[in-house]
């Protein structure tokens, strides 16, 4: 069975801070897929990152930045310097080999207040 | 040049209609999806077809039919609604062929609400 936790529900910063979104996973599987997708007050799903299991390296990607930890099952998102623009819920995904679902977590509603 | 368009994004009926909703990419993937949202904003996959073939029911009660016409499609009719359908659903794409482990990409969401 597969499972992600985000166990932040709503996080509020004022623009210009850092925020750091976590997110927990559990699977036995050996091979799987993390990904990270964005969802702003217009409603649609935007992906933001897809990360495989053998490929512990930390990503860069602007303000945004991921941090894939396999010995503690967490591939947690920061965002720096943030911008009232990054309000949006924000939700973890996994996906493994041997099972064909996208398990989503229950996402992290962040405020950014200018 | 959408990727995965969806009509129509909101949807306002009565309990007991019948209503669809339609899902097209033009991305050339081979599998689609259906994923309801539920208020809590808790998302779940409903559906999964690959080339037209259904791969994934998820205990959906049988008044939700999915239908593929061909790869590029997948439509979602829904009978006797109930007030509990009341969700956003979204459609999704990915490659997979071979893998099914392919990057999803969503449509913009449908909001359904029944009175």
């Known amino acids: 069975a597969q499972k992600v936790t985000q166990a932040q529900t709503e996080i509020s910063v004022v623009e210009k801070e850092d925020v750091t979104l976590d997110c927990v996973y559990e699977t036995r599987d050996t091979t799987y897929y993390l990904f990270w997708y964005k969802q702003p007050p217009s409603g649609e799903l935007v992906f933001l990152i897809r990360?495989?299991?053998?490929?512990?390296q930390n990503e860069i990607s602007g303000r945004y930045s991921w941090n894939f930890q396999k010995s503690t099952s967490s591939f947690n998102f920061t965002i720096t310097a943030s911008q009232v623009v990054d309000s949006a819920v924000y939700f973890c995904?996994?996906?493994?080999?041997?099972?064909?679902?996208?398990?989503f977590g229950g996402g992290t509603r962040l405020m950014v207040k200018p | 040049d959408t990727a995965v368009s969806q009509t129509p994004k909101y949807l306002v009926t009565q309990m007991g209609n019948d209503k669809s909703i339609k899902c097209e990419q033009n991305?050339?993937?081979?599998?689609m999806y259906w994923y309801k949202q539920d208020s809590k904003k808790f998302l779940k996959i409903m559906f999964s077809?690959?080339?037209?073939?259904?791969?994934i029911n998820e205990t959906v009660p049988n008044r939700f039919s999915p239908k593929s016409p061909d790869k590029a499609h997948l439509n979602l009719h829904i009978n006797s609604l109930e007030l509990g359908d009341s969700a956003v659903y979204f459609c999704?794409?990915?490659?997979?062929?071979?893998?099914?482990?392919?990057?999803?990409?969503f449509g913009p969401g449908t909001r359904l609400t029944v009175l």
């Open positions: 995904a996994l996906i493994s080999n041997a099972g064909n679902m996208l398990t």
């Open positions: 991305l050339g993937h081979d599998t």
């Open positions: 990360r495989n299991s053998f490929d512990e």
């Open positions: 077809y690959n080339n037209k073939e259904l791969i």
């Open positions: 999704a794409s990915s490659q997979d062929t071979g893998a099914t482990t392919d990057t999803q990409y």
